[in-house]
């Protein structure tokens, strides 16, 4: 499978721990996405690298959250202290510089449930 | 403030209608629009629609982008039940930026 894949699909963890999230984007691709999706709202941005710079990240994202992107391939997102407000869907997406598309993979999701 | 809205917000048909969902959007250095379909999984790219290409269509859906309205809609016609689903819109800003829509949640029922 070449896709965009991430790891765990669920977690449920109890409020004040601390939990890492994995994604792996499509390997020709440089530029790797995480958001933040809730019920009933479409996905929300929280931050982007391109190869191994993260070069933006969403003003909403508090300091409980860091991601790293070492090497430019794998992608972490750290969440600390979870809050039951984290609960919700964290997608990863990856996409390809200079390929003159848009378009953004999409990978299945870590649906994280805070306790 | 980048803003994508979508609407209707929900929508209920019946097998075969015809269905056309909206997106506008305010966006600094607009440079294109894109649709995903998201089933009980992650979205995927259905269309992309730039200044260079306004319109696509692929099989019962298409698209079109309407640059001076800042809108596109999209079309599905001869619905079928498994076109449930929710449609989002999400427009790039720059390079690298995306901003998504809320989504239309559609149901065809049978």
């Known amino acids: 499978d070449t896709g965009v894949s991430q790891d765990p699909r669920h977690k449920i963890t109890k409020r004040g721990q601390n939990v890492t999230f994995r994604c792996d984007p499509i390997?020709?691709?440089?530029?790797l996405y995480w958001y933040r999706q809730t019920l009933g709202q479409g996905p929300e941005f929280l931050t982007y690298?391109?190869?191994?710079?993260?070069?933006?990240k969403s003003r909403l994202l508090s300091d409980r959250f860091s991601a790293e992107r070492p090497k430019g391939s794998f992608s972490t997102l750290e969440i600390q202290r979870t809050e039951q407000g984290d609960s919700a869907m964290y997608l990863c997406?990856?996409?390809?510089?200079?390929?003159?598309?848009?378009?953004?993979?999409f990978g299945p999701g870590t649906r994280l449930t805070v306790t | 403030e980048d803003k994508v809205v979508q609407s209707p917000l929900s929508l209920v048909v019946h097998e075969g209608d015809t269905v056309t969902l909206n997106c506008s959007y305010e966006v600094t250095n607009f440079r294109s629009l894109l649709w995903y379909k998201q089933e009980k999984k992650a979205p995927t790219f259905l269309f992309m629609l730039?200044?260079?290409?306004i319109e696509k269509k692929s099989g019962r859906l298409s698209s079109i982008l309407d640059k001076k309205e800042l809108s596109s809609i999209l079309n599905i016609t001869a619905t079928q039940t498994g076109d449930s689903a929710i449609y989002l819109c999400a427009v790039t800003s720059g390079t690298y930026k995306y901003i998504f829509g809320t989504g239309t949640r559609l149901k065809v029922l049978a």
């Open positions: 730039t200044s260079s290409g």
């Open positions: 997406a990856s996409s390809r510089e200079g390929s003159g598309s848009y378009e953004q993979y």
């Open positions: 390997s020709e691709h440089n530029r």
């Open positions: 690298f391109q190869n191994e710079a993260q070069l933006e």
